[in-house]
């Protein structure tokens, strides 16, 4: 069992920035997909980024441009660094890492984002 705990979340101000942090419970490999989702009231949970272990990243479009994910598989852990950041950005964010060959999905407790002035 993988079990993520995040860290990062909080209040900011729109243009703000926050670093959001994920780590794992134990050692994450090459075949083991990291990245994070987010979820606003009423809303079904969206991905924001992912990454694989050779560094590709995969954003999602209302975050491009904005958001940088990155990870360290030594440290067992995958970041989000989010700029300039809007209110339609509050959510509670989860980190996630998922089997890139099998069917096996973690997922962490969730850290809330609130943008707001």
């Known amino acids: 069992q993988v079990q993520l705990v995040e860290s990062g979340g909080g209040l900011v101000q729109p243009g703000g920035s926050l670093g959001l942090s994920c780590a794992a419970s134990t050692s994450v490999f090459s075949l083991w997909i990291m990245g994070w989702y987010r979820q606003r009231p009423g809303n079904q949970r969206e991905l924001v980024a992912s990454i694989a272990d050779g560094g590709r990243a995969t954003y999602a479009d209302f975050v491009k441009g904005r958001f940088t994910i990155s990870r360290d598989n030594a440290k067992e852990r995958v970041d989000l660094q989010m700029n300039n950041l809007k209110p339609e950005d509050t959510a509670v964010y989860y980190c996630?890492?998922?089997?890139?060959?099998?069917?096996?999905?973690?997922w962490g407790q969730g850290t809330q984002v609130t943008v707001s002035s």
């Open positions: 996630n890492v998922r089997h890139a060959m099998i069917s096996v999905t973690y």
